[in-house]
T-cell receptor, first 120, second 113 residues
Framework: GAVVSQHPSRVICKSGTSVKIECRSL??????MFWYRQFPKQSLMLMATSNEGSKATYEQGVEKDKFLINHASLTLSTLTVTSAHPEDSSFYIC????????????????FGDGTRLSIL | GDSVTQMEGPVTLSEEAFLTINCTYT??????LFWYVQYPGEGLQLLLK?????DKGSNKGFEATYRKETTSFHLEKGSVQVSDSAVYFCALSGGGSNYKLTFGKGTLLTVNP
């Protein structure tokens, strides 16, 4: 159980293009989803936290107009990288946290397989 | 704020060797502790977890015990396999950062046949 599907797995596009990444919880309801960015050989950097039906909370230094997050349902969150440039090239990973498990902050996060974004 | 310090790698072992990856933490409140594993080109998979002091998490031969007195959550495996080669992340949640996960920097493990 607790499967998170992230799509696409890899994107290569030209500078200036906007790219949308989807994150779906397949067998559970996720009231909270998280978006991370990972640079080569480094740990994950939290970009934003999205709660179903409300605005995302962005971490300090992350441009909210650049990285648009929508969490329209309990099973889907999307990250759109607007007008992407080469410096946005990275590995983006989403995670989802089950909302009704009763464990509060002790509920584990389940991760998607990541999206490799390459901007030419 | 919350923080996680884990043993820097890379760690290289021969098959069937004993593995320890050290992890210590700083947190307010009563956090839960996790180990995640990341295989090349993939996302993270939950390996094991512990939600309170003295809990032992275990999975696939890996174990870690939540030690509040030493604020540690060291990962161990008695006999590693080539297929265990991956990056291992220690993490906590439920401390001062509420639902967010605070990660260590990750430890690359390579197991040679």
């Amino acid at each position: 159980g607790a499967v998170v599907s992230q799509h696409p797995s890899r994107v290569i596009c030209k500078s200036g293009t906007s790219v949308k990444i989807e994150c779906r919880s397949l067998d559970f309801q996720a009231t909270t989803m998280f978006w991370y960015r990972q640079f080569p050989k480094q740990s994950l950097m939290l970009m934003a936290t999205s709660n179903e039906g409300s605005k995302a909370t962005y971490e300090q230094g992350v441009e909210k107009d650049k990285f648009l997050i929508n969490h329209a349902s309990l099973t889907l969150s999307t990250l759109t990288v607007t007008s992407a440039h080469p410096e946005d090239s990275s590995f983006y990973i989403c995670s989802a946290r089950e909302g009704f498990g009763g464990l509060g902050p002790h509920q584990p996060q389940h991760f998607g397989d990541g999206t490799r974004l390459s901007i030419l | 704020g919350d923080s996680v310090t884990q043993m820097e790698g890379p760690v290289t072992l021969s098959e069937e060797a004993f593995l320890t990856i050290n992890c210590t933490y700083t947190a307010t409140g009563y956090p839960s502790l996790f180990w995640y594993v990341q295989y090349p080109g993939e996302g993270l998979q939950l390996l094991l977890k512990a939600t309170k002091a003295d809990d032992k998490g275990s999975n696939k031969g890996f174990e870690a015990t939540y030690r509040k007195e030493t604020t540690s959550f060291h990962l161990e495996k008695g006999s590693v396999q080539v297929s265990d080669s991956a990056v291992y992340f220690c993490a906590l949640s439920g401390g001062g950062s509420n639902y967010k996960l605070t990660f260590g920097k990750g430890t690359l493990l390579t197991v040679n046949p």
